[in-house]
Nanobody, 127 residues
Framework: QVHLVESGGGLVQAGGSLRLSCVASGGTFSRYSMGWFRQAPGKERECVAAISWSAANTYLADSVKGRFTVSRDNAKNTVYLQMNSLKPEDTAVYYC????????????????????WGQGTQVTVSS
């Protein structure tokens, strides 16, 4: 399993931006599809973004389309989540996840499909 470490969370006012990063180690990063999930207190975990190994395919949840983008840099073993126009309802712990796919272009939006998870980073959006 690959080891994942997220960073970039913090406190931001509504309308602001944050960029989350997730660095992978211990595996061949380009063989993994990646996902970003979030979980707010009292709510179920939801997938907000996913990206295939080559970035040919991406997924964004309807709630974040037009505001968030997902990207990756395989040379840096890093996946990013750029979050713009943040809203208080975006407040949550954000997790990155990896699924070993061996160069498949399939993307995954269900948490149970992923093999490895990071420890999470808190994002708080104040109104």
């Amino acid at each position: 399993q690959v080891h994942l470490v997220e960073s970039g969370g913090g406190l931001v006012q509504a309308g602001g931006s944050l960029r989350l990063s997730c660095v992978a180690s211990g595996g061949t990063f380009s063989r993994y599809s990646m996902g970003w999930f979030r979980q707010a207190p009292g709510k179920e975990r939801e997938c907000v973004a996913a990206i295939s190994w080559s970035a040919a395919n991406t997924y964004l949840a309807d709630s974040v389309k037009g505001r968030f983008t997902v990207s990756r840099d395989n040379a840096k073993n890093t996946v990013y989540l750029q979050m713009n126009s943040l809203k208080p309802e975006d407040t949550a712990v954000y997790y990155c996840a990896a699924k070993f796919t061996v160069y498949s272009t399939i993307i995954y939006s269900k948490g149970g499909e992923y093999d490895s998870w990071g420890q999470g980073t808190q994002v708080t959006v104040s109104s």
